[in-house]
């Protein structure tokens, strides 16, 4: 395998589970980006709709009309590991974005599949956007730039637009209040009495080397598990916050966000937000009256949550 591709500088990963409506506008989302080098690892969880075709007619479009240089397809040689594939990749001569694309033959769940897209990254720098979320073209380049210029920077992110299943703009998710880098207990200690400043993974870029050390997503958590994630970068180091909407989360009734708000997994939420807090309760110094404290303001947190989905959806 040649050196340029081992060193590709950033990964761009995609979990995909029927998302055959939004995943080419997410594709080309990423790869109208103006950093130039980029891997888009596309990786399907045995979707039941027509994802997995959609995402190679989407591929070959793309690099017919130049926004790729190439695409690979791996999607019919099994669970192959980040080792195999590079194997077969053939050198490239300029920096270009690539496609590859990968199929579960059996569907993983959440946390299965995303830490799959993660295995599967070989670019210093990881970034993780959900099938249906959008980034403004310059988010990349920025969030490298952060990287590069900060190492003691473990992840970087930026304010979110809402937008609805039309691409309707329904408001905006700052940040933590702070500019520039932040030590990220502070932040992870601020969000549980407030609300996750550190979650939503397309707001997100952080470095292999922290994914390497500290694990993936963890299984225990199926609601929340992006901010579990999040919050482990967090607690071991610092944050850099861009207080730009660079991101766009869409916002739809189906999606794991919908069903939690609109309340028919609230309880299940909150009880997983009652376990991350406990994680974390030691290495962020919060005694017993203040983990509960924390789960109240969740409870309080899902409600106003609820009716904002009802004012925008």
């Given at each position: 395998?040649?050196?340029?591709?081992?060193?590709?500088?950033v990964?761009?990963?995609?979990?995909?589970?029927?998302?055959?409506?939004?995943?080419?506008?997410?594709?080309?989302?990423?790869?109208?980006?103006?950093y130039?080098?980029i891997?888009?690892?596309i990786?399907?969880?045995n979707?039941k709709?027509?994802?997995?075709?959609?995402?190679?007619?989407?591929a070959?479009?793309?690099?017919?009309?130049?926004?790729?240089?190439?695409?690979?397809?791996?999607?019919?040689?099994?669970?192959?590991?980040?080792e195999?594939?590079?194997?077969?990749?053939?050198?490239?001569?300029?920096?270009?974005?690539?496609?590859?694309?990968?199929?579960?033959?059996?569907?993983?769940?959440?946390?299965?599949?995303?830490?799959?897209?993660?295995?599967?990254?070989?670019?210093?720098?990881?970034?993780?956007?959900?099938?249906?979320?959008?980034?403004?073209?310059?988010?990349?380049?920025?969030?490298?730039?952060?990287?590069d210029?900060?190492?003691?920077?473990?992840?970087?992110?930026?304010?979110?637009?809402?937008r609805?299943?039309?691409?309707?703009?329904?408001?905006?998710?700052?940040?933590?209040?702070?500019?520039?880098?932040?030590?990220?207990?502070?932040?992870?200690?601020?969000?549980?009495?407030?609300?996750?400043?550190?979650?939503?993974?397309?707001?997100?870029?952080?470095?292999?080397?922290?994914?390497?050390?500290?694990?993936?997503?963890?299984?225990?958590?199926?609601?929340?598990?992006?901010?579990?994630?999040?919050?482990?970068?967090?607690?071991?180091?610092?944050?850099?916050?861009?207080?730009?909407?660079?991101?766009?989360?869409?916002?739809?009734?189906?999606?794991?966000?919908?069903?939690?708000?609109?309340?028919?997994?609230?309880?299940?939420?909150?009880?997983?937000?009652?376990?991350?807090?406990?994680?974390?309760?030691?290495?962020?110094?919060?005694?017993?009256?203040?983990?509960?404290?924390?789960?109240?303001?969740?409870?309080?947190?899902?409600?106003?949550?609820?009716l904002?989905?009802?004012?925008?959806?």
């Amino acid at each position: 395998m040649s050196e340029k591709i081992n060193d590709a500088a950033v990964s761009v990963c995609i979990p995909v589970y029927n998302n055959s409506d939004y995943i080419k506008e997410t594709m080309r989302s990423v790869l109208s980006s103006d950093y130039p080098d980029i891997e888009l690892v596309i990786v399907d969880d045995n979707s039941k709709d027509d994802s997995l075709d959609v995402i190679r007619k989407a591929a070959s479009d793309f690099v017919n009309r130049g926004l790729a240089s190439k695409y690979y397809d791996f999607s019919s040689v099994g669970n192959s590991s980040a080792e195999e594939y590079s194997e077969r990749i053939s050198s490239e001569s300029e920096h270009s974005h690539t496609i590859f694309i990968f199929h579960n033959e059996k569907n993983l769940g959440m946390s299965g599949n995303w830490n799959r897209c993660l295995s599967l990254c070989r670019g210093k720098y990881i970034k993780l956007i959900c099938a249906d979320d959008l980034i403004d073209e310059t988010l990349i380049s920025r969030e490298v730039k952060v990287l590069d210029e900060n190492p003691e920077v473990l992840s970087v992110e930026s304010d979110t637009e809402f937008r609805d299943s039309a691409g309707k703009s329904q408001g905006y998710y700052k940040r933590y209040k702070k500019n520039g880098i932040v030590d990220g207990k502070e932040i992870a200690k601020y969000s549980l009495f407030h609300r996750d400043y550190l979650g939503a993974p397309l707001a997100n870029m952080f470095r292999k080397f922290a994914y390497d050390t500290f694990g993936g997503f963890d299984p225990e958590f199926s609601y929340i598990i992006d901010y579990e994630f999040f919050m482990r970068l967090a607690v071991n180091g610092k944050v850099f916050i861009i207080h730009e909407p660079l991101n766009f989360f869409r916002i739809r009734e189906d999606s794991n966000t919908g069903k939690v708000l609109k309340g028919d997994k609230g309880e299940a939420y909150v009880k997983e937000h009652e376990k991350l807090v406990k994680k974390y309760q030691n290495v962020l110094g919060l005694s017993d009256g203040e983990v509960r404290k924390s789960v109240r303001i969740r409870k309080i947190m899902n409600v106003l949550g609820r009716l904002y989905l009802k004012l925008h959806l």
